[in-house]
């Protein structure tokens, strides 16, 4: 059962991921021509289009892809924790699992970045998404720590401050630990 309950949560987590991809590539204005950006809308939509008639974008952001990840983020809440009641503190909790999951999101895409800055160095159509999605985080640190000897520590920077709202969200948020 407890191998059941970690593979279902896991395909829940990634597919959150998948969807808050989705809402910041709309937000950074990637590339939807992209295959990989085909990849996350095709992944997706079966679930938002639906909801997209229903529930208008504000503004870059998509709305019904946000209200699709809050709420399987509530969902995920009380599987995770293997309580299967009605509560309303999952409500909060599914917050929380939504916020931090975009930490990781933004974590994650950050190094994959860097990684692939090594070997493809934009030859890939991964990596014009990948730039797409975290110059608007590491352009303003490079301009006010630039390069050096060809080595760009924005992205250790990013990492730094996402690190820190980590322990910030340890010590002050309740429920940050178990998710």
Known sequence: MLALIF?????????IKVL?????????????????????VKITQPIIKPLRRIIPSIGPIDTAS??????????????????????????????????????????WVIIIRSLMSWFSQGRNPVDLVLMQLTEPLMAPIRRIIPPMAGIDFSA???????????????EYIPGWVQF
Do not use: E, H
């Not at 808050?20 to 996350?40: E, G, H, K, T």
């Not at 599987?79 to 975009?102: E, M, N, S, T």
């Open 20 to 40: 808050l991809l989705r809402i910041w590539m709309q937000w950074a204005r990637c590339d939807f021509y992209n295959p990989f950006s085909q990849f996350v």
């Open 66 to 107: 946000l209200l699709v990840a809050y709420i399987i983020s509530v969902l995920l809440g009380p599987l995770a924790l293997r309580l299967f009641y009605p509560d309303p503190i999952f409500l909060y909790l599914g917050l929380v699992i939504l916020v931090k999951a975009a930490g990781v999101l933004v974590f």
């Open 7 to 15: 593979l279902v949560t896991t395909v829940i987590a990634i597919y």
């Open 156 to 170: 250790m920077v990013v990492i730094l401050i996402l690190y820190a709202l980590n322990f910030i969200g340890l």
